[in-house]
Structure formats: structure tokens, C-alpha cells
Nanobody, 125 residues
Framework: QVQLVESGGGLVQAGDSLRLSCTAS????????MGWFRQPPGKEREFVAG????????NYADSVKGRFTISRDNGKNTVYLQMNSLKPEDTAVYFC??????????????????WGQGTQVTVSS
């Protein structure tokens, strides 16, 4: 079993930055591809960014490319999402997820094995 705990959400203004963190416990963190997803109010959960277990290859949704950066620190069992130039449309609950079986970063929610409880990000205009 894996426990994922997100932190770092909050209320910010458009143009501001936030850094989300997700700390894992329970299995070897470095064996997992990690993903960040978000769920805007009244909408489906969507892929935001992912990072591979080896070599740190990353993948981003088009809507966040150039603004968000995913990174990981395997020594701290933590994955980060640096969010810059935030927009009101980035408002959502943000979730981290762990995938222990895929080779490449996957973008579909059902392909992830474990999920955190989510952290709210609200961007005001």
C-alpha cells in the first residue's frame, strides 16, 4: 500500500506562483512514475504533468506547458509541481498519483495505482 499526501495549495491571484508537494510512503518511491492531475469544479479529472521513474523524463498537458514544471526528489520520496503564471482556469483540486506498472508516463486516471487526497488551488482574477 502507498500513501500519498499533497500540500501547498491555496488561494492566489492570477499571475502568481505556487509549488505543490506530494510525499509518498509505503513502497519504493523511485519505482513509480508519478503524475499530477486536477479536477476543476463540475468537470472530470484531467492529466496535468507526469515524470518517469528513471531519468526523470517529463510529460505535460498542453494547457500548462511552459508554465508548470514537475520534478521529483527520490531521496525525499517527494514529487513537486511548480506552477507559475497561474490563471483562473487553473482553479481545481490537484491530485498526485503513483503508477508502479507503466513504462512511460500515462495520462489516464484509471492507469494509476494510488492517489492522494487532493489539495485545493484557487486562482482569482
Amino acid at each position: 500500500q502507498v500513501q500519498l499526501v499533497e500540500s501547498g495549495g491555496g488561494l492566489v491571484q492570477a499571475g502568481d506562483s505556487l509549488r505543490l508537494s506530494c510525499t509518498a510512503s509505503g513502497r519504493t518511491f523511485s519505482n513509480a512514475n508519478m503524475g499530477w492531475f486536477r479536477q476543476p469544479p463540475g468537470k472530470e479529472r484531467e492529466f496535468v504533468a507526469g515524470i518517469r521513474r528513471s531519468f526523470g523524463r517529463t510529460n505535460y498537458a498542453d494547457s500548462v506547458k511552459g508554465r508548470f514544471t514537475i520534478s521529483r526528489d527520490n531521496g525525499k520520496n517527494t514529487v513537486y509541481l511548480q506552477m507559475n503564471s497561474l490563471k483562473p482556469e487553473d482553479t481545481a483540486v490537484y491530485f498526485c498519483a503513483a503508477d508502479y506498472t507503466g513504462f512511460n508516463v500515462r495520462v489516464i486516471t484509471t492507469e494509476y495505482d494510488y492517489w492522494g487526497q487532493g489539495t485545493q488551488v484557487t486562482v482569482s482574477s
